[in-house]
């Protein structure tokens, strides 16, 4: 299908506007962080769970491929359109819908980004626990699809473990609704943690509802340093074994120490061989 033909027939998917088939236009969503890259014969941005609906039907009886694209931070190369076809962004698809500080919850679109969602969480005294670093240019979409999560998932978890519910449309168009609006739900097949981490091969997800955890009162910083990363990875297991444990814990080996100090002015101790960066969090009482 050349590109007016296939403008054509997505305007009965989608507005014009949600259309982009000029190749200079599409070509900076045919390339992720991966460095791979692929042209695709059209853009789409919906705003909508029933325009994806839609679009699915339409590229399964054209049989044209379709990717799933939050912001192209990801650095597999998932959201390249290795076999052209259609790019589906979901940048527009960014409403947060609801945030619920009684229940712990909030319902979220896809485009929303990790970090629009912890500043809206943060005035209500909550933050959903995972932190990827690129927080303020990723999207929930593929912190989802993804099972994307940083320092905090030490303590906190993945979005596996922060996820209640979400809705998402199959590859055949059909439309599925997994888990639940309460902290405890044990009944049925965990559809919800099998479709976090799928990458988008199991289902576009079009809406997600998120378990939101009250923000600590204090958090502390702490600075280690070690000979060597076999004394530090002692030093790991022995924090891991206690009762309380870090909200974030980063290690850096002797390489990246050597790194810092030739590139900035900051300066470790003679022979450090290694570095534990460990974050604890909670009441001050507790922390000291
Ligand atoms: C500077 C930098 C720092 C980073 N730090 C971290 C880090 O600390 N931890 C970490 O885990 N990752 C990190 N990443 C990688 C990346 O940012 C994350 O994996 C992030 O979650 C990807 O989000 P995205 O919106 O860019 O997704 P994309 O790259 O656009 O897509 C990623 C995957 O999700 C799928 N997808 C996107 N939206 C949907 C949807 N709605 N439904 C179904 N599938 C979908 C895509 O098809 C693709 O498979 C970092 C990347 C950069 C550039």
Known sequence: MNGDVLRKALLAC??????????AGCLPYGYDNSRCQAQPDAVVFPTSHEQIVRLVHFCRDQRI???????GTGTTGATVPIRGGI????????????????????????????????????QAGFFWPPDPTSAAFCSIGG???YNSAGPRAVKYGTPRENTLGLIAVTGSG??????????????????????????????????????LTPTAQHIHTLRAIYRNVHAAA???????????????LEFIDGQAIRIIQDYSDIRFPEGSGAMLMIEVDGPLAGLR
């Not at 989608?14 to 190749?23: F, G, K, V, Y």
């Not at 819908?97 to 009684?102: G, Q, S």
């Not at 485009?111 to 969602?117: A, C, F, P, R, S």
């Not at 002692?234 to 974030?248: D, G, H, K, T, Y």
Request: proline fraction near 6%; charged fraction near 20%; include cysteine.
């Open 65 to 71: 491929p379709l990717t799933c694209r939050g912001y």
């Open 174 to 211: 059909e439309t599925l609704k997994t888990g639940v609006y309460t902290t405890k739900g044990v009944v049925g097949y965990d559809l919800t943690r099998l479709l976090i981490g799928s990458e988008g091969t199991l289902g576009i997800i079009t809406q997600a509802t998120l378990k």
């Open 87 to 122: 790019v589906l962004s979901t940048e527009r698809f960014n409403r947060i819908l609801e945030i619920h500080p009684e229940d712990r919850y909030a319902v979220v679109e896809p485009g929303v980004t990790n970090q629009q969602l912890q500043e809206a969480a943060g």
């Open 234 to 248: 002692r030093a790991v297991s022995a924090i891991m074994a206690q009762s309380v444990i870090p909200c974030a």
């Open 14 to 23: 989608l507005p014009e506007q949600a259309i982009l088939t000029d190749p």
């Open 143 to 145: 912190n989802l699809a």
